[in-house]
Each structure stands twice: as C-alpha cells, then as structure tokens.
C-alpha cells in the first residue's frame, strides 16, 4: 500500500505569511506525528495524535503553530505569520499504535523556506 | 547537555569495512530507534529495540539498558550505505511517545 504522503513537497512563502502543510498517513495508522529538521539540526518533535485522544503539543515552539487531525485521518500543521526561523523541513510519520514497539513510518517531508 | 549523544559525528569508511556507529542516552528509556536518513532526505526505521540485539540483513543493532548505550553495525559496508544514521529514545518519563533524536551520524563509504 501507499507510504506516508506529505504536501506541498516544497513551500516558497514571504515572511508574515501563513502555511499549511499536509499529510496522509498511512491507512489504518492510528498515530501520526509530526517533526521538524533546521539547517544542520537534529530532528524534533512537534506534536503527536493518537486516536481520539488530545493532541500532545509540547513540542509546538510557539502559539503561532496548530495542527488538526480530521476523522483520525489527514492532518494539517498551521503556521500563521511565518518567521525566518521556521524554514525547515517538516516531516510527518505514522505508527500503526502508539505504543513503543512499533516502528514509524515517515513521509518524505515540506521544505519550506520562508523569504 | 543533549540527552541523547551519537559518536562519531562524521564517518567515513572504504566499501567492504566493518562500520559501528554509538549512540548514549542519559534518561530512563522504554525504546530506542535506529533511523537512517538518506541524501535525498527520506527516513526509514531500520531497528527499535528494548533490550538485547537484532539483526537484518547487514545491519546489527544491540543496546545495553544498564548502560544505556547502543551501537549500530553494519557489516560489509557499501556505498549505499551512505546516510546519516539516527539514534531516537522514548523516555519513560511522562508517558509520552515524545521521541527525542540525536543530531544523527554521517557515514560516507567509498567505493
């Protein structure tokens, strides 16, 4: 079946405006997780759905930033007002449960580059 | 201090060498992920362990939770090994599936 498909695959987009950012986990994955991997750093967590359950969002880096999970499906990340800094690639995984035995699949990832 | 340490950072290695990549931790863990991140920016899990060693293909993973260290080995290296390779944890603390990454290591093998 299909892997993990993010959109756009790369985003241009002039500072103060906002992005969306899309992604299709794979079918039947219950948890979906989003990352985010700056120029020469590592990765890091943003936030992570698992069912119907709240959001973890302690890793979102400002209020500027949201993410939804419709019908524990497809998600979408929210920066409002981009800034400089937020120029990244972002990636999303899915896992089949969120439990700690079971490998995440990844997208392959929004560049976005905020001018 | 990051709470999770790769060694080295940058490797590079002639096809056919034996190849180990560590990664340290510094908090109580429920599981470790192995990643492997191509040039062209694609993750793929290679391993997630709790304890003891797993093998695929040429790829060996083991961890020691007491010390709370695991290495990463590649056998007979290849070319296309070439990636970054990261080391993820899952700590216990929280109850979270809040996956905390190292900075990765950059293996380069030469043909």
């Known amino acids: 079946g299909a892997g993990v498909s993010q959109s756009p695959s790369n985003k241009v987009t002039e500072k103060g405006k906002d992005v969306e950012l899309r992604c299709d986990p794979i079918?039947?994955?219950?948890?979906l997780y989003w990352y985010r991997q700056s120029l020469g750093q590592g990765l890091e967590f943003l936030i992570y759905?698992?069912?119907?359950?709240?959001?973890?969002k302690s890793g979102l880096p400002s209020d500027r930033f949201s993410a939804e999970r419709t019908g524990g499906s497809v998600s979408t990340l929210t920066i409002q007002r981009t800034q400089q800094e937020d120029s990244a690639v972002y990636l999303c995984a899915s896992s089949l449960a969120s439990y700690s035995n079971q490998p995440q699949h990844f997208g392959d990832g929004t560049r976005l580059s905020i001018l | 201090k990051n709470e999770v340490e790769q060694s080295p950072q940058n490797l590079t290695a002639q096809e056919g060498e034996f190849i180990t990549i560590n990664c340290s931790y510094s908090v109580g863990i429920s599981a470790l992920h192995w990643l492997q991140q191509h040039p062209g920016g694609g993750i793929v899990s290679l391993f997630m362990?709790?304890?003891g060693k797993k093998k695929h293909g040429r790829l060996i993973a083991t961890i020691n939770i007491q010390e709370k260290h695991s290495s990463l080995h590649i056998t007979a290296s290849h070319p296309r090994d070439s990636a970054v390779y990261i080391c993820?944890?899952?700590?216990?603390?929280?109850?979270?599936?809040?996956?905390?990454f190292g900075k990765g290591t950059k293996l380069t093998v030469n043909p």
């Open positions: 079918s039947g994955h219950t948890a």
């Open positions: 362990l709790s304890s």
């Open positions: 993820a944890v899952l700590p216990t603390q929280g109850g979270s599936e809040k996956l905390v």
């Open positions: 759905f698992q069912g119907n359950s709240a959001p973890d």
